[in-house]
């Protein structure tokens, strides 16, 4: 029988995060002066001790012991040779997927929620208001106040809210209250609505109501939880990767090509971040974020400093952005559909250690369905724009006849994302492409902020 699964013992699973600051010098945040921000500035919306994580240098960060306690409910997540999947595209390539579907909430996110929820108990918070596209953070961030006996409010996406009620339903299972963003809650909810009632919503609106409830609480109670973008949200997740190298040491391999969907860049960081810090000191290999061509800000956008969000409230970061007013195509791959690209996401691109790419929502379901009736997994929309790319590079490996050896991030089952694949099997679903028109307009709101320097890795 043909080995699929490498598994770890509860004892192996990686005692730190690998933080990325350490290896890549960064443009840092703004304020509204123009000015480097300084930590305590961002007090009212986070605890200081993840504002410690978000500003540190330090290379390697411990886990701490209860945070691990709570990971191991379903970690270390196995890596999983798809030998279906090769055979079916009839590929030289060894194909491995690091398979995050297995939390409790059905995608990555709950290795941030989780520590995240950690820390603000320790801070003495008790309430979390955050934002949430296809519903996989609100849903993870949901599960992890749970845990810490935290209060939990999710701003989700209308369009995603209207796509997708049951995760709606699963946020309430674990306590979570969800309400459709934009909302008549807060002001930065009612503005938009005054201007598009019929607005499908985006993340970046949704951040603003999140952001505006939670430094509107003036008992110090509360604060906001972000899920993607931000350093201390991709240096927890980069479990992912280190997890993943210690398997494929056990089975002698390596990656030539490591892929993973990005949206903020949560997921992709978690597997190519460790990556990367191989790559920056000398190992070959490529590494491809993939985004759809909807919302396709590293392979189209500016590399600028912009919001995080519609209203303003944030820093400026430097990331690329389509411009903070944008407002993406309603695809189903909600967790995409976000105008901006983590900070450090944006950097590597700058400096051409990761490679774009960007593919159609039509391409995307159809290597989620020859996934899914390969080996048997049903993929999350998101999950399926790797997969388009992995197909992609299993039939290049196929042209030139090498052996190459892909890597990417099963980011998340799409169990509660049927309806797409109805719409799919109906014909219904639409690719779109972002025109230049379109681009031209969202990006007039970046042109009195700056543009960074390129820098270069330590």
């Not at 890596?79 to 090769?86: G, H, M, N, Q, T």
């Not at 503005?191 to 952001?211: N, R, V, W």
């Not at 694949?421 to 007039?444: I, N, P």
Request: glycine share 8%; hydrophobic share 35%.
């Amino acid at each position: 029988m043909e080995v699929r699964k490498v598994l770890l013992n509860e004892d192996e699973m990686p005692r730190q995060w690998y933080n990325i600051l350490a290896d890549i010098k960064m443009n840092p945040p703004l304020g509204p002066d123009g000015k480097p921000i300084k930590p305590e500035d961002l007090a009212p919306v986070f605890p200081m001790n993840l504002i410690e994580q978000e500003v540190s240098s330090e290379r390697w960060i411990d886990i701490p012991e209860d945070v691990l306690n709570v990971l191991s409910i379903w970690r270390p997540a196995p890596l999983v040779r798809a030998i279906s999947l090769e055979k079916a595209l009839n590929t030289p390539a060894r194909i491995y997927f690091k398979n995050e579907g297995l939390s409790p909430p059905g995608s990555h996110k709950p290795n941030t929620a989780v520590p995240q929820a950690y820390y603000n108990k320790v801070f003495g918070i008790k309430r979390l208001t955050t934002e949430t596209g296809a519903g996989q953070w609100g849903s993870a961030l949901s599960f992890a106040c749970c845990q810490y006996g935290i209060e939990c409010k999710i701003y989700m996406v209308r369009i995603s809210f209207d796509q997708k009620p049951y995760r709606k339903s699963l946020m309430s299972v674990w306590g979570g209250n969800c309400v459709a963003s934009p909302s008549t809650e807060t002001k930065a909810g009612r503005d938009i609505l005054e201007k598009d009632p019929d607005t499908p919503g985006s993340l970046g609106i949704a951040i603003s109501e999140a952001i505006e409830e939670a430094v509107a609480d003036e008992s110090g109670q509360t604060r906001y939880s972000l899920g993607s973008v931000l350093n201390h949200v991709m240096l927890h997740q980069t479990i992912i990767g280190l997890e993943a190298k210690k398997q494929m040491e056990k089975i002698g391999e390596y990656p030539d090509i490591v892929i993973g969907c990005a949206g903020g860049g949560s997921n992709f960081a978690g597997i190519a971040y460790p990556y990367i810090y191989d790559k920056i000191n000398g190992k070959e290999v490529a590494i491809y974020p993939v985004e759809p061509t909807a919302c396709p800000t590293l392979t189209q956008a500016q590399f600028a400093y912009d919001h995080g969000d519609s209203a303003k409230y944030t820093p400026l970061l430097p990331m690329h952005s389509l411009g903070h007013t944008f407002v993406p195509a309603p695809i189903h791959a909600g967790g995409l559909r976000y105008h901006g690209m983590a900070p450090t996401v944006s950097q590597l691109a700058a400096e051409g250690l990761i490679e774009s790419k960007a593919v159609n929502q039509v391409a995307a379901y159809d290597a989620g369905i020859l996934m899914a009736r390969t080996e048997g997994i049903v993929p999350a929309p998101e999950t399926n724009h790797a997969l388009a790319c992995v197909v992609d590079e299993a039939k290049k490996a196929k042209e030139e006849g090498k052996e190459k050896v892909i890597l990417f991030c099963f980011s998340g089952h799409g169990l509660i994302d049927l309806a797409a694949y109805d719409r799919y099997f109906a014909g219904e679903l639409k690719d779109y492409v972002l025109t230049q028109d379109e681009k031209r307009r969202f990006e007039t709101c970046l042109e009195d902020h700056p543009r960074p320097q390129m820098l270069k890795s330590c």
